[in-house]
């Protein structure tokens, strides 16, 4: 049996396109904010944190009510249709109220903004979940995990495509307002483009009816983990639980802070046109890419645990080493790539291991609920931490950021070093299987 990498790859374009959005959302939406409204960083923190709160009743709400479509488009495809032109809708229009305020600022235009990104966060949320139930709709059980890598892999090449784009757009230091309509449509455009993929070459109702044939075959496959179902954890394993848990609130907490505010902390600190700060995050990104596979490999040898510690070590000092470098220096250096690739390898040794981590302690438990407690610790930082580095960048000083993210990634460490459990049976993923992890 061999996963269908092809099909796997179409089905991948949704994910991509939803990358895509985030990775600008991410990028943008805190500069406009700031920058464009004037909002100041603890409210603008609130706005973006409400994406993640959102997330967390629309996407079990979405996949549920996907399970019980019946068209003839498929259960999941018709969300991803109307999601995604919905959103390539209501982002159309958060640049033209930007440009009329900027223009000729009015309060009920900055009124329509935040209406708008809140409608756009909804109709991103309706198919988010569909889209990536989509992969194992298709795929039989054994092949999952490759397929799910595939997927997150379509993933990272999405936000990469957004950030090289925005590099050629962007690469001058300008004083004068600058107009970001031009980069919401290529995205816009993008999304449009993965959609007609999905719709064009993802025959969901067919595949969907060659995989029950698949199950219906295989039988034995789906009693794979009904295995001592309802066992209670041993006390040392809940308390390696709680601590892996604490730990991937407080990872989370520090990359999540950065990741939100870096383009305004860049302009701000560095004077780094917006193209000089998404490189960074490009440089980030590809080294997380390019250190999947090593990273599993050292983890199948050397343990989960200990290569996770070595992530929040090298994201701490890499932090550490940014904060000294805006103490010695206001201006932008090719040494920030360094630092950035860094991130990226440190961020990779933590994703590579963690949920596997915490599937593993789960044993005949419900996987599924394992599953959702790493969403949801991971969720409920990602929801807190822009709103806590926005009060400090208004309230304290811009200077904070880093120190802030080096005291939670620090924390992390501490708390791994007292999880026990979660590396005994299965070794570490490798291969395609290493980029099995969150977007």
């Known amino acids: 049996m061999k996963l269908d990498t092809k099909r796997t790859i179409l089905v991948g374009f949704a994910f991509l396109s939803i990358s895509a959005f985030w990775q ?19 409210v603008s923190g609130v706005i973006m944190a409400s994406d993640n709160v959102l997330a967390l009743f629309l996407l079990p709400l979405f996949g549920g009510l996907s399970d019980r479509c019946k068209s003839p488009l498929g259960r999941r495809r018709p969300y991803i249709l109307f999601g995604t032109l919905a959103a390539v809708v209501l982002m159309m229009a958060l640049p033209l109220l930007t440009d009329s305020y900027h223009a000729s600022p009015a309060g009920w235009k900055l009124g329509c ?16 979940s569909p889209a990536v139930a989509l992969m194992p709709d298709v795929t039989p059980k054994p092949l999952r995990s490759k397929g799910n890598a595939v997927i997150n892999l379509m993933g ?16 001058s230091k300008s004083e004068d307002y600058v107009s970001y309509f031009p980069l919401f449509a290529i995205v816009g455009g993008i999304m449009v ?18 995989q029950r044939e698949y199950e219906l075959a295989h039988p034995e496959e789906n009693l794979a983990q009904e295995r001592e179902g309802g066992e209670t954890l041993p006390g040392d394993v809940k308390k390696s639980l709680r601590f ?27 004077g ?24 599993g490999n050292i983890a199948s040898k050397e343990g989960r645990r200990k290569t996770i ?20 220096s206001n201006a932008f250096s090719p040494v920030l790539y360094g630092l950035f ?5 440190g961020w990779a040794a933590i994703n590579v291991n963690s949920l596997p981590m915490v599937v593993e302690m789960c044993k005949g438990s419900d996987v599924g609920k394992f599953t959702g407690l790493y969403y949801t610790f991971s969720m409920s930082a990602q929801i807190m931490t822009p709103i806590v580095a926005g009060w400090l960048l208004e309230n304290v000083s811009y200077q904070a950021l880093f120190p802030y993210a080096c005291l939670f990634a620090f924390g992390s460490f501490l708390t791994m070093g007292m999880v026990r459990h979660g590396d005994n049976k299965v070794t570490a993923k490798s291969g395609l299987e290493a980029f099995d992890i969150d977007d």
């Open 193 to 210: 483009l993965a959609l007609a993929v999905i719709l064009l070459f993802v025959n969901e109702p067919k595949l969907v009816a060659r």
């Open 24 to 42: 600008m959302y991410d990028n943008l939406i805190p500069k406009i904010l700031t920058e464009t409204f004037g909002i100041g960083e603890s």
């Open 341 to 345: 690739m860094l991130v990226g390898v």
């Open 113 to 128: 903004f935040v209406v708008t990104l809140g409608l756009l966060l909804i109709a991103m949320g309706t198919y988010r």
């Open 244 to 270: 892996l848990l604490l730990s991937i609130a407080l990872w989370f907490i520090a990359y999540n802070g950065v990741s939100t505010w870096f383009s305004v902390y860049a302009s701000r600190m560095w």
């Open 309 to 328: 510690r070595f992530g929040t070590l090298v994201l701490t000092l890499s932090f550490l080493a940014a904060f000294l470098y805006t103490l010695a």
């Open 272 to 295: 780094m046109t917006l193209a000089q700060a998404n490189t960074c995050l490009t440089i980030a990104t590809a080294g997380a890419i390019v250190s999947y596979i090593p990273v």
């Open 156 to 171: 990272a090449l999405g936000g990469i495509l957004y950030l090289i784009i925005t590099t050629f757009l962007y690469n």
